[in-house]
């Protein structure tokens, strides 16, 4: 029998009781994914169905599962524990079993009326608008100006991040739901912008920050100085960059710096430096980029400011001066230098990578209103210019930041769009998170590494502009996945059926459950870890699982026997199946099986039940889980024998290979 069927996503529910309250990972992420709900889908194998949920919010999964800045594993509780979970790396590994699957690529294909919205700009708040508008009923159309869709994921990140092909799939899926993006076409020169505005319901501007600054400095005329959005592009075009030397020197400490670093590293095989203000714990780039440039043979030198470039006519070197302080008391950038404090760094090629700002001279005053800085005048809440009808997303008004942030800004317009063409849509309200884990229970959780993605050997990879990451794979990303503690989705109560007994309050290994003086019962959300321990003890049924319901659970069952006359209760997390002939009801533990689930399986027809649990010294992620299951095993056999049924048909197997519980190869 092949992998549990019956698990699929509606079988999650959000958050703990009426509280609302969810996963910090799912609050601290820009679009909201509910990541909780595909990492424990993916722990089950079930691919598509995650993918699908990662689609609910992300119009470029498979990117973005390459690329994002994961600021939900910053907030991720299992970092209190050990390491926070690969979130990142998990969402790749849903989009790419997916696709080995064959599943998950065919987009919905909307019914559009004949309202008509223009975006110029196909990077990801573009895109991220476009798809938001097509699934609302509004024709989108992307104006890009570049010959192929993406903006600066494609023109900025290169195919060692973000291999073209999968930026392609993801723009396929987009226009594959009808989306159409013109390329090729520059508003302002080609398309007039009030010609555009006319033509169309309502405009967006999401063209993002696509000028590079420079650096008011001597000798920035020199050959051999580059910008590095001119660079990046001409290196993702495979254009040839004829001033590119031997000795490269990159000014700037971010993100895009490191990208240009490692980029010129492939190209021209020979030196670079990067010269950055900051000391190297203030680096603005993530400090796993910089350790991955680092591993590439990037030299990086800390806390010195370009304060000339060396050279008549062609590029020798860069004249530093020490860089004493970068930020202000209010944490404001306002570097301070010793401009006594002097040396040079030699080199052939300097490229600049100090920011990146907006052009919006295709507007040629026609309507939007720009300050003083040349930026757009801009409201929020509304994602309005101040003219009618023309909006706004993406770095052009939110600055510099994360795709997933410009994807954000993006769904915000499509909403305010929506709203101004009459759509029944409102901003959604801001997600409230579970407070941290309480420092007992963290103590309480058994440790277990994250898993950690293999990449391309440093010496091969910086010879080509092949993917560096690997991928999980299939045993490691589930082994990761199982490392969630399902935050917010563990015990609700229900306060009229409560008979105050207080059974879950003795059997609660966290002790979550809470009583007052006058008996009334309250689980606290941010203590429980979901084990499913007082659900299946509870004498008044008073108590559910978000994650998992008793009703799904019987769902599960009645499934599982239309194609066997056998079930099996499984974890499924270990990978590992002990009965293969029986139908498949997999649970986060089978803790979670009480003698109510055993009997409904014989009751719908099962001839024989199988559980599967932990050995007592490799208990899995749940304290005493394993001898609750024992328990229910022995109640149940009783039971059966009470009724005149054989007891040997509830058969308790234990799990010898535990493949989560493996380390990692
Ligand atoms: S443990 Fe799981 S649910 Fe909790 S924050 Fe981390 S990924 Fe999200
Ligand atoms: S017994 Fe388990 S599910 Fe119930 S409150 Fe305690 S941790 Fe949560």
Redesign the pocket.
Known sequence: MAQDQTITRHFFRPGTGDDGLR????VACPIHTD??RY?QLVAAGRYADALEVIRDTNALPQSIGRICAHP??D?????QVDE??A?CNIKREASDGAKAEGRGYDPPRPQFGDRKVAIIGSGPSGLAAAHDLALMGIRPVVYERQPEAGGFLRTGILNYRLPKDILDEDIAYITGMGVEIRTGVAIGEDVGFDELAAEHDAVLIAVGLSESRSLPVAGVDNRGVLLAVPFLEAVNAGREVPELGKEIIVIGGGNVAIDVARSARRVSGGDVTMVCLEADHEMPAHDWEVRDAVAEGVKIVCSQGPNAIVGDGQVEGLEMKRCESVFDEQGRFAPTFCETELSTLPGDTVIISIGQMSDMSFLGGSGPELDGRGILVFDREQCATTRRGVFASGEVVTGPGAAVSAMASGKRAAIAIGKFLGVDVDFPAEPRAVNELPGYVAGMINKGARRSVPARPEDERVRDFGEVELGLGEVDGRCEAS???????GARYSETRCISCLTCVRVCPYAAPEADGNGLLKIDPDKCQACGICFTQCPAKAIDLAVLSEDDIRAAVDAALEGSGEVEFGCWYPQTRVAAEAGAVMLPCTARLSLGLVLYAFEAGAGRVHVAVCSEDDNGRFVTGHRQTRAVVEEGRRALQEIGLDPEALVLTLVKEKKCLKPQQ
């Open positions: 996963p910090p990972c799912e990541a909780q990492i939900c594993e907030a991720c509780r299992r970092g926070p979970i979130i490392r969630c503690l399902l935050c917010a989705a």
